[in-house]
C-alpha cells in the first residue's frame, strides 16, 4: 500500500482571486514501494492563470517590509527545527523514501538546513548583504548626494536539481527576501520540503499564501515549464549542464538567469594535519564531509590529496578515513540507491579491487554491507567520484602541486576542504583560486556553507537585485 | 600452465558444439562453472588475490553462484588473463567510453574457444530451420538455409580489435559458407550501393539473408533509404540481427518504431527481426529471436515486451539486487550478472551495468541502469559515420 504525496502547493485561488480555481489532471509517479509523488498536469490555460496570479501576488508582495517577511519564514523554519512538530515528522517520513536517504541522514539535513533558515540567520544574511536592509523597503541614502533602493523581480521561477533536499527551499526563501513571487518545480529527490514550507509559510502569514507555488512535473515535459519561463522576471536554474543549456535557450534575453551547474569539491590534508593527535580527528571531519548528503551536494568532496612526509603516511591515513566512514555509516548511515547510482558503486569500487589485487599500490578500504569506499591511489591525478560515498585519495609529494591536478576540473570546481596547510595556506588559496576553486574552508564546514556564501562565486542576491539610484535633483 | 588451459578450453568448445541448445541441468552447468573458477585462480593471479580478499577459494564455493565476479569495468582496468599471458591471440577493446583511452580490452587466449561458443549459439537461433526458419527451406542435413550474412559492420581484417566484426566474419565463414560481405568502409561508411546491390541481387536469386548490424548503422541506413523510392523485399527466410542499442550516436527509436521500419523497408517480418545482446567482455551472446513456431509460421500475438533473450546452455544469468546484492526472484529488475564458461580465458562472472528481470525462459533487458555511460559496439564506429553519403 502507497501513500500518496502531492508533489504540489498552489495558491488558494481565493473568492477575491480573480482566477477561479484550474481543473487539474493528475499523474502519478512510484518513488519507492512505500511512497508515490503525485503531480498536477498543466495544460495552457492553466498555467496562464496560475502565472497571473503570482504576479499579481508578486505585485503586493512588494509592499511587505523585508523584516515581516524574515519573521514569517522564521517561524517556519522553528517549527521545522522543533522535534515535537508533527510537520518535522511528516518531512523527515517522506525525505527517507523520496530523497533516497537513511532517516538519520534526512533528519540530520532538514535541522542543517533549517537552521539557516531562521530569523536570526536571515537577519544576519540581510545585515552582511546590505549595508541597510531597509533599501528592500524603500530609498535610503546611502551616500552623499544620491539615494538608493533595491527590487527584486515580481516574479522568480526557480528549477531543483532534486540532488540535496532543501536547496530549493534555501532558493525561494531567497527570492522571497526581495518580494519576488515564486514557482518552484522541484527535482524528484527533493519534492517534500518546498511543498511542507510553502503550506507552513501560509499559514504562518496568509498574506503570503498566493505568492508561492510549488509543482513537480518532469523537466522538459509541462506547458507550464514554457510559459514561465517566458513570463517570469527571474530564472534560477539548478541542475546538470544539459538541462540547464535546455533551459537557458527557452529564457528569453531579456531575463535574468541565474545558473547553478554542477559543481564538485575536493579535499587537501597537509603534513601539518596528519601528526599521530590531528590525523585521527581530520579523519572524522573528512568523512563527515564526504558521507554528509550521501556525497551528492556541491560541496561534498570527490577526491582528498594528502601529503606525504608526515608522521601519518597516505596509507595509514586511508585506514584512519575508512574506519571514520564505518563509524559514521552506523552514526548516519547510507540511503537506499537507485539502481543506475548503486551500479556506479559497484562497477567503481570493483575496478579499485582489481587494481589493488594486481599488485598496483592502490588500496581500498570498503564496507562489506554497505556503499562507503575509500580507495588510496598510486599515482597523482583526478577521478571523479560516482557519488554515494565512494572517495579517491591521492598522495602527493607538496600540497602545492593540487592546485595542478584540479585545473582540468576547473570549470566544475567549488569547495576545497583544507586541513594542515599551515603557513602555506595563503599562497595555497591563491593557487586555488586561479584552478577555479570559489570556497576554501575546512571539511567541518564543507558541507554547510552559511547562508551568504558566494555560491559558485557569486553573492548572494545579487542576480535577483535591480538597483535604483534616486541622485539629488531640482 | 597453458596447457592446463588448452584442454580446458578443447573440453568446454566440445561440450558447447554437442550441446543441442537445451539449458544444462543445474549439475552439469555446476561442475563445469567450478572447474572453470578453480582454473581461474589458478591462472589468474590478479583475479585470485581479488577473490581471496573476499575469503573465497575454490574449495569454499559449493555452488557456482558464489563464484565472485567482477565488474564490467573492471576490463578497462587490468588485464584478466587466465593463463599464459603471452599466449593471447587477441585483445578485443570495447568501445563507447567517453574516454578513447580507457576501452575496455578482453584478452582472448583461444579464439577457437571463442568460436565454439558463438557458432553453436548463432547456429541454434538463427540457422536452425525448422524452428528458426519461416518457410522449412532447409539443407538436406536438416539444418537451417545457408543464410549468407550482409553485415552492416567493418570487416574483421578492416576492424580487428572489434568482438562484433570477428563474431560476423566467423558465422560468415562458418555458417553462411563464406556468402556475404560487410558493408562498412574502413573509414566508417557504409557503402550504401554495395548493400543495396547485393540486396537486390539477393531478392532476384530468391536467397533468403541474414541482415546483422549495430542498431545505430540501421538507423543511418534507414535513414538513407528514406531518400530512395521503394524498400526491399527480401526471400522468405530472411532475417536482421541488430545489436548494441543508439548510445546516443544517432536518432533514437523506440523498438516497436524501429522494427516496424526495418520490417518495411526489407520486407522481412518483425518476427524475423532478432536483437542480439552481446558484449566485448563475454565471449557468449544472448538472442531473443526469432520468434516462429516450430512449423515457420510467425506468431504475431508475441509482443516486444514478451520475448526473451536466451542464454546457451553454458552461460547462467543471475539479476541481484542492485543495493545488496542478493539474487532476485523472477519478474523483479536488478543488474545482470552472467557467469559464462566461454570467459574460461579471462573471467567467467561478470556484473554488468545492464538491468534486466528474469524469467523461467530467459530475462529481458530493460536497458542500462541510468546514469552510466553509455558504451557497446555501436559507438567507435558511429563516430566515424558521421556522415553516410547520399
Redesign the interface.
Known sequence: MRTTFDACRLPPFSSESPTAPPTLVWETIDVSESVAIRYPVWADGAAGRLLEALRGAGARLAEVPVRDLVKWVGRVADRFLDSGDPIRHKAVDLMVPTAGLSKEMATEILIGMARDWTAERLTELLRREFQDPAVLDGFCRLDEGRSVRARGPLLTFHVGAGTVPGVSVTSMIRALLVKSAVLLKPGLGDVVLPVLFAEALAEEAPELSDAISVTYWPGGSSALEDLALQTADAVVAYGGNEAIGSLRTRTPVTTRFIAYHHRLSVGLVGREALTSERAPHVARTAARAVSMFDQRGCVSPHVIYVEEGGAVDPGEWAALLGSAMADLEAELPGG?????????V??????????????SGVRVFRANQSFWTVILEDEMGFTPSCLNRVVSLFPTPDLCRVADALKEVGGYLQTVAVEGAGDRLPMLAEALCRAGATRVTSFENAPWPPPWWHHDGASVFAGLLRWIDLEETG | MSDAFASLARALGTAFKESPGDPWPDDVFDRWARRVFAHQVETNAVYAAYVRKRGVTPSTVAHWSEIPWVPASAFKAVPLVSGDSSRVQRVFLTSGTTDAARRGEHHVLDLDLYRDSLIANMRHHLYAGGSGGPDGRGRADGEGPILPILALAPSPTRSPESSLSFMLGTALDVLSGGEGGFFVTEDGVIDTVGLSEALVEATAHGTPILLAGTAFAFVHWLEWLQGRSGGFALPPGSLIMETGGFKGRSRVLERPEFYAALSEAHGVPVEGIVNEYGMTELLSQFYDGPVYDGRGAATPEMTLEARRHVPPPWVRTRVLDPNTLSALSNGEPGLLCHYDLANAGSVMAVLTEDLGVAFDDGFRVLGRAQGAEPRGCSLAMDDLLSGVPS
Open positions: 537506499t540507491l537507485t539502481a543506475a547510482d548503486a551500479s556506479a559497484h562497477q567503481m569500487r570493483g575496478s579499485a579491487e582489481l587494481r589493488e589485487a594486481s599488485g
